[in-house]
Nanobody, 120 residues
Framework: QVQLVESGGGLVQPGGSLRLSCAAS????????MGWYRQVPGKQRELVAA??????????SEKDDVKGRFTISRDNAKNTVNLQMNSLKPEDTAVYYC???????????WGQGTQVNVSS
């Protein structure tokens, strides 16, 4: 079993930045995919960004502008995955969940979630 612990959420004004971090409880080298989903009340959880242990990245195709504003990165030696979010918009408000597994869908492991609020 892998435990994933997120940090870095909070309240930010539109146009601001946040950096989310997720730490895995065991070697991330053995976790092929890691990344982030987000969810707002009443909607399905959606993929934001994912990265393999070799550094291949995937950003959600439903929100094309995410790739230009968000950057996912991974440090296998530190068992962490990060999401740098710039130029945040109110519609980015959601609970962000870290995930890990053999695929980006379905997911094997979830973190507990961290709230991101973008509001003036």
């Amino acid at each position: 079993q892998v435990q994933l612990v997120e940090s870095g959420g909070g309240l930010v004004q539109p146009g601001g930045s946040l950096r989310l971090s997720c730490a895995a409880s065991r070697s991330a080298f053995n976790i092929l995919w890691m990344g982030w989903y987000r969810q707002v009340p009443g909607k399905q959880r959606e993929l934001v960004a994912a990265i393999t242990s070799q550094g291949y990245t995937r950003y959600t195709s439903e929100k094309d502008d995410v790739k230009g504003r968000f950057t996912i990165s991974r440090d296998n030696a530190k068992n962490t995955v990060n999401l740098q979010m710039n130029s945040l918009k109110p519609e980015d408000t959601a609970v962000y969940y870290c995930f890990g597994g053999s695929s980006w869908y379905p997911v094997d492991y979830w973190g507990q979630g961290t709230q991101v609020n973008v509001s003036s």
